[in-house]
């Protein structure tokens, strides 16, 4: 039995981010998935947690889900210019037609002499989106338009 050690990869792809992200639970390769998200961005290790923000979203499945949770942060992003570091998925619930999510982020507003400027994540997508389980391991895969 191989144990998963928690963490992401920024994958080739032709135009845009192919994020693989993984997790020994569901809620920790989310917040894996964000975190991958984020280091498209800046160097999540120089952002500091000064902000909480609070986010629940629901959605039709799984996929809706990772959907909606990282279109979320990055409306953060483009609203109040917050870049995150930290996250924390409190509570999961799967229906056979709802899904949600409870979470926390944690960061602070973007400052350009602070925080490297990577590249911008216009959007999250549906492309290449795929959840596998297998050896008490999640393993996470989506695409982000930059």
């Known amino acids: 039995m191989s144990k998963c050690v928690a963490g992401f990869e920024h994958l080739e792809h032709t135009a845009d981010v192919l994020i693989e992200a993984r997790g020994s639970s569901l809620s920790e390769a989310l917040e894996m998935a964000a975190l991958a998200t984020y280091e498209v961005m800046t160097d999540t290790k120089l952002v500091e947690p000064r902000v909480r923000v609070d986010i629940e979203v629901e959605g039709l499945d799984i996929f809706n889900i990772l959907y ?79």
């Open 68 to 146: 909606r949770w990282i279109e979320e942060l990055i409306t953060y992003t483009d609203s109040e210019r917050l870049v995150f570091s930290k996250f924390k998925v409190h509570h999961i619930k799967l229906d056979q037609d709802h899904a949600k999510i409870k979470a926390e982020a944690w960061g602070e507003e973007f400052n350009p002499d602070k925080h490297p400027s990577r590249t911008v994540v216009k959007a999250m997508t549906y492309s290449q989106m795929s959840f596998i389980e297998e050896d008490r391991c999640w393993k996470i895969t989506f695409v982000v338009d930059i």
